[in-house]
């Protein structure tokens, strides 16, 4: 919703307020998320969310959340919750 302002604003030269209001949201809502910039630890999930992806591609789906964690814990050499690691999983649509 945030995209489709940034580009009616930029294609179209229509005025913020005009598109936020037409939208339902607030004009300080819009340039909150347009100076949003990911923590370190978002930054760090979306990493370790395209590792999964990778080991369960690689592993045609068999591993869970457990094996997905002992196994990748050992590799990137950090102790990560078994919890983040189903919360990523699920985000992600995968199970095993």
């Known amino acids: 919703m945030y995209q489709a302002i940034q580009e009616l604003n930029k294609e179209k030269g229509h005025a913020i307020t005009k ?3 037409l939208a339902g949201v ?3 809502a819009y340039y909150k ?8 630890i978002e930054l760090e999930t979306r990493a370790l969310a395209k590792e999964v992806k990778l080991r369960y591609d690689k592993r045609k789906g068999i591993l ?6 002992t196994q990748l814990n050992r590799k990137l050499k950090k102790q990560y919750n078994k919890k983040r690691y189903y919360r990523i999983m699920c985000a992600l649509g995968l199970k095993a």
């Open 64 to 69: 869970g959340y457990r094996q997905m964690r």
């Open 19 to 21: 598109l936020c209001a």
């Open 26 to 28: 607030a004009r300080s």
């Open 33 to 40: 998320w347009l100076k949003w910039k990911p923590s370190c």
